[in-house]
């Protein structure tokens, strides 16, 4: 066996993607976009963009929340598994950053897919109330806000929806129970509610991919709406 050292794991990554993801322009042209916007190269990994896929696919998915688009690499992998019908709503903070957004989705051929709704997390979630519920909901915007979003998830869904929420390994620091930094716990507190809270059933796996050592957690809803007294 080979020792898991950073070039080895890396050097799967690498035989994972090109087996597996191949060469795709219009997610390549989106990463382009985004560096020359210099926004910040925090998209997932090919791999993991590859499993939000194939998740929403499984899922049989028509309706997908996305808490964070940045360039929205992870919004094209998401579109691409909907039904002609489906549609991806996608929250992103920063009007810049959702212009970069809105051209990429519009020249991946998916913009008809894709709703982006510029604001704040949690003040569009609850704007979102009262809408049909939806498939899939993938978390992956500030990590202090994780158990809003989770639970703003839970709101908005169905039993069977499935919650994927990105960077759960926080580089190994997830595991420090004297962590101090922001992001951090507040990876930590979103974990701990997918644990205790009755409307989750979740994992985590640990990722080693193009992106380093990170995690992501996987889950679904069990019990929708808001949180009940225990
Ligand atoms: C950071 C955020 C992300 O969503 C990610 O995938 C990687 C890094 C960050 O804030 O550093
Ligand atoms: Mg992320």
């Excluded at 498939?135 to 703003?152: G, R």
């Excluded at 990876?187 to 059933?201: A, N």
């Amino acid at each position: 066996m080979t020792d898991p050292t950073p070039d080895a794991w890396r050097a799967v990554d690498r035989y994972f993607a090109e087996t597996l993801v191949g060469h795709d322009p219009a997610l390549e042209s989106a990463v382009a976009a985004q560096s020359a916007a210099e926004l910040p190269a925090i998209e997932v990994a090919p791999v993991n963009g590859k499993l939000l896929h194939l998740l929403a696919h499984i899922a049989g998915a028509r309706r997908v929340l996305e808490i964070g688009t940045l360039g929205a690499y992870s919004t094209i992998w998401l579109a691409r598994a909907l039904p002609a019908d489906g549609i991806v709503v996608t929250i992103e903070a920063e009007p810049r950053t959702a212009a970069v957004a809105r051209e990429n989705v519009d020249r991946a051929g998916v913009g008809d897919r894709v709703d982006i709704r510029l604001g704040r997390g949690e003040h569009v979630l609850p704007t979102l109330e009262g809408e049909e519920p939806f498939d899939l909901v993938f978390i992956d915007a500030d990590k202090e806000s994780n158990t809003i979003y989770l639970d703003w998830a839970a709101r908005l869904g169905h039993p069977g929806t499935v919650v994927v929420v990105d960077n759960v390994g926080r580089g190994g620091d997830v595991a420090d129970p004297h962590a101090t930094r922001s992001d951090v716990v507040g990876t930590q507190r979103g974990l701990e509610m997918l644990g205790s809270d009755p409307r989750f059933d979740a994992t985590a796996l640990q990722t080693l991919d193009a992106k380093g050592w990170d995690g992501v957690a996987i889950a679904v809803v069990v019990r929708c709406g808001p949180a009940t007294e225990a």
